[in-house]
């Protein structure tokens, strides 16, 4: 290298300056570098790094395609500047080559620097334009291309002026010219390269009304998160609201990442499948086998049979490539941080050396902190890479999960319950997205390891062996916690699934625990589950603190063997303050990955069983497309069905056999039969919903769908109707006329914008069928799917109805139309009817034909015909219909029985609105005063201001803002236990007194290396130093099981709160709360409870003593540092400010976005069918994606904070470390070496500690949101007890069944209008009373009153002279039975569901079974009694559900019966005979029945007609019909007269 430097002269070759001379760099007060060194190395590292680099950039450079950037000033100047280098460079050439030749004196080095400088200048301004081009702001490259040349120039800098003033003048003036103009030229380009260019034109990244401004920020930026400053300023100015959220990056949502792992995913289908078939492939040859023995296909086929498609395989290919960027960053980091050990000797050896120059120390508190302020930047960009991972995870498996459920088989439905999927999308996926930022710990763990007992052999020689046979003696014992740890974690899953799915149920029949009085019955399942779960949770945390207790305890085990071995084994082994530092900073780097790689390894168990669970389910067979063909049939008939067996799964017996069926285009066919006997099923095989076992389904053309219980989206009423399609106003106004649902729109809050809430809460049953109606029709497709839409609406309605959209002369003429129907009032008018048995296919033919045939459908119709006949001729007033077609409004109506300011007004609404409708009988002279009424009426009461903004129904969810109330730490100490807290915090302190105790010893023991010690002093140091050791871990470990042990306290309390409110509730509450809000909090939140909080506790409390321990230490050793612990400590707390205020307020507003995308996806699975026949698919995908990116949109911000937060922090430790490191060298004469030793140790860990702690104040603040969410739905208003003690009434009670309203009165709420208005009535006992009426005049609210579902204003109700009132609920709703209009089963066996506290013999469920007509059923089943009913009882039709709320109440056989239009969807003869039970097994019962169908009450003893909530009439049947009041009309008006 010297040869270089040589100076040519004209008198010959002289030597120039040597490259390196320690004299001039290191043996002196004023260090300095050799010329020879300044010219050759510092100006090639800039250039050499650039030339290595610009190959692979150029690349990068050619795939990016941003657009490109217009030519700015910020450009231009940044090009003339690079061109005035590369001219400067050139210009030291020529000048070199001008000495050359006039012999003035030259060496090499002046030729090849400044002309390899020259045209790296050249291609960093190419780079400058050619990156303008691809779009690319802010260059990382160039960045640290001027940063290294911009240091490289710093030591000339400061040389040459050195040199100029010992010399007293510039020797070659031209060269420092050049020079000085060089480095001015480079500091202004590298302060250029800081500012960033305008975004790119015809850029490929869409842009956002709101867009991240990571986009376009620069990379500095960038580096240090400064870009996230915005928003932590704004956090902390006021609570962060969903509209201060960025837009999701383009990388980053849901319809770029989840079709990116579907591909891969099917593809890894595809190669599963593949190699199965190249095994059976393999193994054909070998069928031909003598007869009975076994052949190789038969031993390994089940084999074959089992591989499966790898979901690991699809993830790593899917999301390896991003996720290793941060990999790489991770092996920098690791490798850097090593370093400071290294100068942590360096350090000591200054301190033991009193000659050392003060530079030196001052250089090494520099490196010390550039070292750490490196590791920071590297750690947090690959923290960031590891994050966004996680986040891309997590929405690419929500993603499949909800397209998978789209599309699932119903065998596959059936093992996988609503609950399951929602913990698969909830707690599987939330769990592959923590584990993901963790998961580079599996190789970088292991090299830590490796190289800090490399490091550590250097120092301590063959001593470290001990350390490692100790560390080897814990593997075993930790893979052992590991195994049970994994069957706890798989055994804690069932149990949280059983209880999300039982709680799933229990809140969707809420209303019919309520009514029957059974929560109790379910409180104690749920409670027993949970402690079976809490059970599993006490165990795990057994092996918690035990597995703290060897990982805390495991460094310093073998710190202390080691350092034991090493005094001992040789007599001239001294432990000095260098060996023992420097080791003890090398074994608190080894602590973190010792500490962190049980847990990875514990989390990665966790995953492999959230793993198995998603490939199970994404596993699971889907509806096979090909079922039913969709071409040209060759008859070219719209339906045909050839010899089709269909079942519900393909091991499931068939519930159609051999069914044959061609329905001619444009027909209309109705589909008749008993309850049970496959009219759904057939429907259902003909949209490809079951299994088909043979046969052919042929459909040509488009279809529409309507379910028998209409399917209602939470939307308004319009989106509803609309269904996706393009909105055509006229049309849409048709429908609504036709579908009867004009008059509806008048009567709600906001006409066709009203919103629905789930479930379709604030509709009745009628509304929802006629709404699905709607879709149907609005939906203008070629074949019409109806399941019985005309059982849930009144007579009339129906009739209205059938005539304008079903019927010959309906909306629907031309069109296919197959009508499931137990009404035969219309059967004469339909083309053909196919009669279904048992599911086959009994008689098929018109209506003339089946007479004819004089068969058994001719003897149905003959028996039940009579009431039913309608006159063909009789015209349909149409405008008359619309008046009085609320008729069903309100039959459910306490649907809109809620606390909700909305709700309430809607419900005050439609009942002035009703009240004008149902004015005046249905005299057609009226009809226009009583148009001119209602809107009168619509004009009066609705405000001026409500007008413009609809009312929603289903309310927001609160948003808790600001700091968490102190009083929500207190709920959750007080249910840990206060004196249990406080010996928390006490072992704590304990533990970080002995671990402070334990290092000062240590540096005590460091210092004797100077005195000759005896082997007692030396055997007394080893064995306090162990002493304090072990009773650290010992303190440790009661520590982290205390904690544990009393967060499950606190879990098991708040859960059994929560579950005990939400029983004890109004049922007003569920009406207008959707259930996926309240799922989240016994999901989410108690998993929140139950797991993070405790573990973020310890976390906690670890670090801020940690870091306490620090400061203490650091003060004790250089008390000059209080200098800067304050200012320090104002950063500090100013920082964590910013960040705990943004920081929460994003978990809160995270937590708020994930509810909707649980109740939208358990809206879409109730819906599924309803969905694929309408061939929504895709609108239901976007829509969940939509939903889907709401919440990562606040989740996104919540990971770059941390990373914005870190960076601060740990600068701040960068400080600490500094500042340690200074006063050190500041103070070295009076300073040991094991006192430097120590501080400056503790300093070097100290950075982690701090961030951590930040992390955790606000993680707490975070989780213990789940507290406020879980304490908030504790403390909703609860309905009357269940049991007042000193008011039971008898055993026997009501023994005659007298039931009285005196001066009864009711409102839904305070201040709203009286439903029931001063009802004076008496019932006696054993009375029959039917209860009709117009919607809305109250008679579904005097039922509810009875059960006092709703509580009275005034009057009261006496039962048997007790007043209802004065009892507890469950003695009063015990005694009673109703059977509801919806039945409702729970999952569980048949006997389950007929009595849930096993009070009855199988005798008497027997004997109910056979009254309500399902003895036979239930005995064809193979399990009897003990069949299991799936969710909600799907596997049963809706009839059979009905008959066994029938077989409910038979089995316990009140005093009062209670029937609220139970029989709307069973047929008429299965209702003849439900009627004809009622009337002899309850002969001696009163009986109260709200009348669907008026030919049931006729002969009742008396009926009772409401209007507006007041008696109209009260009087036998025939009395009432004689007098032609309200009751004649509506019995003229269902065809009874």
């Known amino acids: 290298m010297e040869q270089l430097c040589h100076r040519h002269l004209e008198s010959g070759s002289q030597p120039g300056s040597r490259f390196w001379d320690p004299n001039i760099t290191l043996h002196t007060d004023s260090p300095d570098l050799t010329s020879c060194f300044q010219n050759t190395i510092l100006v090639w590292i800039p250039c050499i790094y650039l030339w290595v680099i610009f190959p692979l950039y150029y690349l990068y450079l050619r795939q990016s395609n941003r657009g490109y950037i217009r030519v700015t000033i910020l450009n231009r100047v940044k090009t003339v500047l690079g061109l005035l280098l590369w001219i400067i460079s050139w210009l030291d050439l020529f000048y070199s080559i001008d000495a050359m030749v006039n012999q003035k004196g030259w060496s090499l080095a002046h030729f090849i620097s400044p002309l390899l400088?020259?045209?790296?200048?050249?291609?960093?301004?190419?780079?400058?334009?050619?990156?303008?081009?691809?779009?690319?702001?802010?260059?990382?490259?160039?960045?640290?291309?001027?940063?290294?040349?911009?240091?490289?120039?710093?030591?000339?800098?400061?040389?040459?002026?050195?040199t100029a003033l010992r010399e007293g003048g510039v020797s070659d003036v031209f060269r420092f010219t050049t020079f000085y103009i060089y480095f001015a030229l480079v500091l202004v380009q590298f302060c250029l390269c800081c500012f960033i260019e305008p975004p790119p034109y015809f850029s490929s990244v869409t842009s956002e009304v709101n867009s991240c401004p990571e986009v376009n920020a620069g990379f500095l930026s960038r580096l240090t998160f400064w870009w996230f400053t915005g928003m932590a300023i704004r956090g902390y100015k006021h609570p962060l609201e969903d509209k201060d959220l960025w837009a999701l990056n383009n990388d980053d949502r849901s319809d770029v990442i989840v079709p990116k792992l579907l591909k891969e995913w099917e593809k890894e289908k595809l190669k599963a499948q593949r190699k199965q078939e190249v095994f059976f492939t393999k193994c054909s040859p070998m069928v031909n086998n003598l007869e009975g023995e076994p052949n190789e296909v038969d031993v390994l086929l089940p084999k074959a049979q089992q591989k499966k498609p790898s979901f690991l395989i699809t993830l790593c290919k899917t999301f390896g490539p991003y996720f290793l960027i941060g990999s790489a960053l991770k092996l920098g980091q690791d490798l850097l941080s090593f370093v400071n050990p290294q100068l942590l000797k360096m350090l000591i050896l200054f301190i033991n050396n009193p000659e050392a120059r003060n530079w030196w120390g001052y250089g090494i508190a520099i490196l010390m902190f550039t070292s750490s302020v490196l590791q920071t930047l590297l750690l947090h960009q690959h923290f960031h890479y590891c994050f966004v991972s996680g986040m891309r995870l997590r929405t690419a498996i929500v993603g499949a999960i909800y397209r998978k459920s789209l599309f699932i088989s119903n065998s596959a439905k059936q093992s996988s319950t609503v609950g399951e999927i929602v913990n698969l999308m909830s707690v599987d996926a939330q769990r592959f997205m923590d584990l993901t930022p963790f998961l580079n710990m599996l190789w970088s763990a292991p090299l830590q390891i490796c190289l800090a007992l490399y490091f550590l052999w250097q120092y301590l020689g063959p001593s470290v062996l001990a350390g490692v046979a100790v560390m080897i003696l814990l593997i075993p014992f930790n893979a052992i916690i590991a195994m049970k740890s994994r069957s706890f974690q798989a055994q804690q899953m069932q149990c949280k699934d059983l209880r999300i799915k039982l709680m799933n149920e229990i809140l969707n029949g809420i209303k019919v625990l309520k009514l029957y009085a059974w929560e109790e019955s379910f409180k104690q399942k749920i409670l027993s589950i949970r402690e079976q779960e809490l059970n599993i949770l006490k165990k795990a945390a057994?092996?918690?603190?035990?597995?703290?207790?060897?990982?805390?305890?495991?460094?310093?085990?073998?710190?202390?063997?080691?350092?034991?071995?090493?005094?001992?084994?040789?007599?001239?082994?001294?432990?000095?303050?260098?060996?023992?530092?420097?080791?003890?900073?090398?074994?608190?780097?080894?602590?973190?990955?010792?500490?962190?790689?049980?847990?990875?390894?514990?989390?990665?168990?966790?995953?492999?069983?959230?793993?198995?669970?998603?490939?199970?389910?994404?596993?699971?067979?889907?509806?096979?497309?090909?079922?039913?063909?969709?071409?040209?049939?060759?008859?070219?008939?719209?339906?045909?069905?050839?010899?089709?067996?269909?079942?519900?799964?393909?091991?499931?017996?068939?519930?159609?056999?051999?069914?044959?069926?061609?329905?001619?285009?444009?027909?209309?066919?109705?589909?008749?039969?008993?309850?049970?006997?496959?009219?759904?099923?057939?429907?259902?095989?003909?949209?490809?919903?079951?299994?088909?076992?043979?046969?052919?389904?042929?459909?040509?053309?488009?279809?529409?769908?309507?379910?028998?219980?209409?399917?209602?989206?939470?939307?308004?009423?319009?989106?509803?109707?609309?269904?996706?399609?393009?909105?055509?106003?006229?049309?849409?106004?048709?429908?609504?006329?036709?579908?009867?649902?004009?008059?509806?729109?008048?009567?709600?809050?906001?006409?066709?914008?009203?919103?629905?809430?789930?479930?379709?809460?604030?509709?009745?049953?009628?509304?929802?069928?006629?709404?699905?109606?709607?879709?149907?029709?609005?939906?203008?497709?070629?074949?019409?799917?109806?399941?019985?839409?005309?059982?849930?609406?009144?007579?009339?309605?129906?009739?209205?109805?059938?005539?304008?959209?079903?019927?010959?002369?309906?909306?629907?003429?031309?069109?296919?139309?197959?009508?499931?129907?137990?009404?035969i009032n219309f059967l004469p008018q339909v083309d053909q009817i196919v009669v279904l048995v048992n599911g086959k296919v009994s008689e098929m033919g018109s209506y003339q034909e089946l007479q004819n045939q004089n068969g058994a459908f001719a003897e149905f119709l003959r028996t039940y015909a009579q009431h039913d006949e309608v006159e063909e001729d009789e015209p349909t007033v149409a405008d008359e219909d619309i008046e009085i077609l609320?008729?069903?409004?309100?039959?459910?109506?306490?649907?809109?029985?809620?606390?909700?300011?909305?709700?309430?007004?809607?419900?005050?609404?439609?009942?002035?609105?009703?009240?004008?409708?149902?004015?005046?009988?249905?005299?057609?002279?009226?009809?226009?005063?009583?148009?001119?009424?209602?809107?009168?009426?619509?004009?009066?009461?609705?405000?001026?201001?409500?007008?413009?903004?609809?009312?929603?129904?289903?309310?927001?969810?609160?948003?808790?803002t600001g700091r968490v109330k102190l009083i929500v730490f207190w709920q959750y100490l007080k249910a840990v236990g206060p004196y249990v807290s406080m010996l928390i915090c006490l072992l704590y302190c304990c533990q970080s007194a002995s671990a402070i105790g334990a290092n000062f010893w240590l540096s005590e023991w460091a210092n004797d290396s100077g005195n000759n010690k005896t082997q007692s002093s030396i055997s007394l140091r080893v064995g306090v130093y162990a002493a304090l050791g072990l009773t650290q871990g010992i303190l440790v470990m009661a520590a982290s099981f205390t904690l544990m042990i009393g967060g499950l306290g606190a879990a098991?309390?708040?859960?059994?709160?929560?579950?005990?409110?939400?029983?004890?509730?109004?049922?007003?509450?569920?009406?207008?709360?959707?259930?996926?809000?309240?799922?989240?909090?016994?999901?989410?939140?108690?998993?929140?409870?139950?797991?993070?909080i405790p573990m973020t506790f310890q976390m906690f409390l670890t670090t801020f003593f940690v870091s306490l321990s620090t400061l203490i230490v650091i003060l004790i050793?250089?008390?000059?540092?209080?200098?800067?612990?304050?200012?320090?400590?104002?950063?500090?707390?100013?920082?964590?400010?910013?960040?705990?205020?943004?920081?929460?307020?994003?978990?809160?507003?995270?937590?708020?976005?994930?509810?909707?995308?649980?109740?939208?996806?358990?809206?879409?699975?109730?819906g599924s069918s309803v969905i694929r026949a309408y061939n929504r698919e895709k609108s239901f995908i976007a829509l969940n994606d939509i939903k889907v990116d709401a919440n990562q949109k606040s989740h996104y911000p919540g990971i770059v904070s941390n990373r914005w937060l870190g960076i601060r922090i740990e600068f701040i430790g960068s400080c600490i470390v500094l500042f340690a490191a200074l006063f050190v060298v500041i103070g070295r004469k009076h300073l040991n070496p094991g006192i430097v030793g120590l501080s400056v140790s503790y300093a070097l860990q100290v950075t982690m500690a701090l961030n951590w702690m930040v992390r955790m104040t606000s993680d707490l603040e975070s989780n213990i949101v789940a507290v406020e969410r879980v304490k908030e739905y504790s403390e909703t208003t609860t309905e009357a007890p269940w049991v007042i003690e000193a008011n039971r009434p008898g055993k026997s009670w009501p023994e005659a069944g007298n039931?009285?309203?005196?001066?009864?009165?009711?409102?839904?709420?305070?201040?709203?209008?009286?439903?029931?208005?001063?009802?004076?009535?008496?019932?006696?006992?054993?009375?029959?009373?039917?209860?009709?009426?117009?919607?809305?005049?109250?008679?579904?609210?005097?039922?509810?009153?009875?059960?006092?579902?709703?509580?009275?204003?005034?009057?009261?109700?006496?039962?048997?002279?007790?007043?209802?009132?004065?009892?507890?609920?469950?003695?009063?709703?015990?005694?009673?039975?109703?059977?509801?209009?919806?039945?409702?089963?729970?999952?569980?066996?048949?006997?389950?569901?007929?009595?849930?506290?096993?009070?009855?013999?199988?005798?008497?469920?027997?004997?109910?079974?056979?009254?309500?007509?399902?003895?036979?059923?239930?005995?064809?089943?193979?399990?009897?009694?003990?069949?299991?009913?799936?969710?909600?009882?799907?596997?049963?039709?809706?009839?059979?559900?009905?008959?066994?709320?029938?077989?409910?109440?038979?089995?316990?056989?009140?005093?009062?019966?209670?029937?609220?239009?139970?029989?709307?969807?069973?047929?008429?003869?299965?209702?003849?005979?439900?009627?004809?039970?009622?009337?002899?097994?309850?002969?001696?019962?009163?009986?109260?029945?709200?009348?669907?169908?008026?030919?049931?009450?006729l002969d009742y003893d008396r009926v009772l007609v409401l209007d507006k909530g007041s008696i109209a009439e009260f009087d036998s049947p025939s009395n009432l019909m004689a007098q032609k009041g309200i009751f004649y009309n509506m019995a003229k008006d269902a065809g009874l007269t």
């Open 1117 to 1166: 050793s250089t008390p000059w540092f209080i200098l800067v612990i304050l200012p320090l400590t104002l950063l500090y707390i100013l920082v964590q400010r910013f960040y705990v205020a943004t920081s929460r307020q994003l978990k809160r507003l995270e937590s708020i976005s994930r509810s909707p995308v649980y109740s939208h996806f358990s809206e879409t699975i109730t």
């Open 886 to 960: 609320a008729e069903d409004s309100l039959s459910n109506h306490i649907d809109l029985s809620d606390q909700e300011p909305s709700a309430a007004e809607a419900r005050k609404h439609f009942m002035r609105q009703i009240s004008v409708l149902s004015a005046d009988g249905e005299a057609a002279t009226r009809k226009s005063t009583r148009k001119r009424l209602t809107q009168k009426q619509k004009q009066a009461k609705v405000p001026a201001d409500a007008a413009s903004e609809p009312k929603r129904l289903i309310q927001m969810e609160k948003v808790e």
């Open 1052 to 1092: 098991r309390h708040l859960q059994a709160q929560l579950l005990d409110n939400k029983l004890h509730t109004p049922q007003a509450f569920f009406d207008t709360t959707p259930i996926g809000r309240i799922i989240n909090r016994f999901g989410k939140d108690i998993n929140v409870i139950d797991e993070v």
């Open 1299 to 1497: 039931v009285k309203f005196n001066g009864y009165s009711v409102r839904y709420r305070e201040g709203l209008d009286l439903v029931l208005k001063d009802l004076n009535l008496s019932i006696r006992g054993g009375e029959k009373v039917g209860i009709v009426g117009r919607t809305g005049a109250g008679k579904s609210s005097m039922t509810l009153c009875l059960f006092r579902i709703l509580e009275a204003s005034k009057g009261e109700i006496t039962i048997d002279g007790v007043k209802i009132a004065d009892i507890g609920l469950h003695d009063l709703r015990s005694k009673l039975t109703i059977i509801p209009q919806d039945p409702v089963l729970f999952s569980g066996t048949l006997r389950m569901n007929l009595d849930p506290f096993d009070h009855y013999s199988d005798e008497e469920v027997w004997s109910v079974l056979e009254l309500s007509h399902l003895k036979q059923y239930v005995l064809s089943l193979s399990a009897g009694l003990h069949h299991e009913c799936s969710e909600g009882g799907e596997n049963l039709s809706v009839g059979q559900r009905q008959l066994v709320c029938l077989a409910r109440a038979l089995l316990r056989k009140t005093r009062i019966l209670i029937l609220d239009e139970a029989t709307a969807a069973i047929d008429l003869e299965t209702d003849d005979l439900i009627q004809s039970t009622i009337r002899t097994q309850f002969d001696n019962c009163t009986v109260l029945t709200i009348a669907h169908r008026l030919n049931t009450i």
């Open 542 to 823: 057994y092996l918690n603190a035990l597995s703290t207790f060897t990982w805390s305890s495991a460094p310093f085990v073998v710190t202390m063997t080691t350092f034991a071995v090493y005094v001992y084994v040789d007599e001239n082994n001294v432990l000095d303050a260098q060996k023992a530092f420097v080791s003890l900073s090398l074994f608190n780097i080894l602590r973190f990955p010792l500490n962190m790689l049980p847990q990875v390894i514990s989390s990665i168990v966790q995953a492999t069983v959230s793993l198995n669970r998603l490939q199970n389910f994404l596993g699971h067979d889907e509806l096979d497309p090909t079922s039913v063909e969709r071409e040209d049939t060759v008859t070219g008939d719209a339906i045909t069905v050839l010899n089709g067996t269909f079942s519900w799964g393909r091991t499931s017996p068939a519930v159609l056999d051999r069914i044959n069926l061609i329905v001619p285009r444009g027909s209309l066919v109705a589909v008749v039969g008993h309850v049970g006997c496959g009219k759904s099923s057939l429907v259902s095989a003909l949209l490809g919903e079951m299994e088909k076992q043979k046969g052919k389904v042929a459909i040509q053309g488009s279809v529409a769908y309507v379910p028998q219980q209409a399917w209602i989206r939470n939307a308004s009423l319009k989106d509803n109707i609309v269904f996706g399609e393009p909105l055509n106003e006229e049309k849409y106004h048709q429908v609504l006329e036709v579908c009867a649902l004009t008059s509806d729109l008048n009567v709600l809050p906001d006409g066709d914008q009203t919103e629905i809430g789930e479930k379709g809460i604030n509709l009745s049953g009628g509304q929802k069928q006629r709404v699905s109606l709607a879709r149907a029709v609005y939906s203008d497709m070629d074949i019409y799917l109806l399941d019985d839409p005309l059982s849930a609406v009144d007579a009339h309605v129906a009739k209205h109805i059938f005539d304008k959209v079903i019927g010959p002369e309906g909306a629907l003429k031309g069109k296919t139309r197959v009508l499931v129907t137990h009404g």
């Open 117 to 162: 400088l020259g045209v790296t200048m050249l291609l960093a301004t190419f780079l400058i334009q050619y990156e303008r081009l691809r779009g690319i702001q802010s260059s990382g490259v160039l960045f640290f291309f001027w940063l290294i040349t911009l240091l490289c120039a710093v030591l000339p800098f400061r040389s040459k002026i050195l």
